[in-house]
T-cell receptor, first 112, second 113 residues
Framework: SQTIHQWPATLVQPVGSPLSLECTVE??????LYWYRQAAGRGLQLLFY??????ISSEVPQNLSASRPQDRQFILSSKKLLLSDSGFYLC???????????FGPGTRLTVT | DQQVKQNSPSLSVQEGRISILNCDYT??????FLWYKKYPAEGPTFLIS?????DKNEDGRFTVFLNKSAKHLSLHIVPSQPGDSAVYFC????????????FGPGTRLSVLP
């Protein structure tokens, strides 16, 4: 069966510090991968998606970047965090040519 | 401008009764719709989906109805159970397999025992 891991579960970082969130998927190959953010009281906002290694599409201009160094690894980064980067970050995967996405447990990021 | 709207931020229903969650969309290019359920501090889990070529899809206690002319879909849960208490997100995508998914803001359902 397929599983998706995200870490850390919670993170408190000061403004201006760097960020690296990691997501890995097991039990499948060549998945589509996604990063979402849920700000307090709001819905899910798609940040990045990837259809293959090194292929990243950004949906929203922002302070964040994503990379996919391996087939089942997706990393969300920032060089300098802003207060507005606080939120709940979710990684998801889907099979190629499938609509259904499967989400990880999420990372609660608080920027202070 | 929100392309997917869930105008009720919250809904309370008595156990055993029907829960109806609504979703409206503005983009006529949307071709596939999904509902996700989310518990606090967890990722959303897929619940049910519907393609634009259908007007109804049923899976156990969950039924999704799509009215394309009104750009409206709804999720019916019957009978409602306390474990159904969660936030429900409606999501829509044009026909490119989820790469441009748009999620609604969610509706918090509380099922009262």
């Amino acid at each position: 069966s397929q599983t998706i891991h995200q870490w850390p579960a919670t993170l408190v970082q000061p403004v201006g510090s760097p960020l690296s969130l990691e997501c890995t998927v097991e039990g499948t190959s060549n998945p589509n991968l996604y990063w979402y953010r849920q700000a307090a009281g709001r819905g899910l906002q798609l940040l990045f998606y990837s259809v293959g290694i090194g292929q990243i599409s950004s949906e929203v201009p922002q302070n964040l970047s994503a990379s996919r160094p391996q087939d089942r690894q997706f990393i969300l980064s920032s060089k300098k965090l802003l207060l507005s980067d606080s939120g709940f970050y979710l990684c998801a995967w889907s099979r190629q040519n499938s609509y259904e996405q499967y989400f990880g447990p999420g990372t609660r990021l608080t920027v202070t | 401008d929100q392309q997917v709207k869930q105008n009720s931020p919250s809904l309370s229903v008595q156990e055993g009764r029907i829960s109806i969650l609504n979703c409206d969309y503005t983009n006529s290019m949307f071709d596939y719709f999904l509902w996700y359920k989310k518990y606090p501090a967890e990722g959303p889990t897929f619940l049910i989906s519907i393609s634009s070529i259908k007007d109804k899809n049923e899976d156990g206690r969950f039924t999704v109805f799509l009215n394309k002319s009104a750009k409206h879909l709804s999720l019916h849960i019957v009978p409602s159970q306390p474990g159904d208490s969660a936030v429900y997100f409606c999501a829509a995508s044009p026909d490119n397999y989820g790469q441009n998914f748009v999620f609604g803001p969610g509706t918090r359902l509380s099922v009262l025992p």
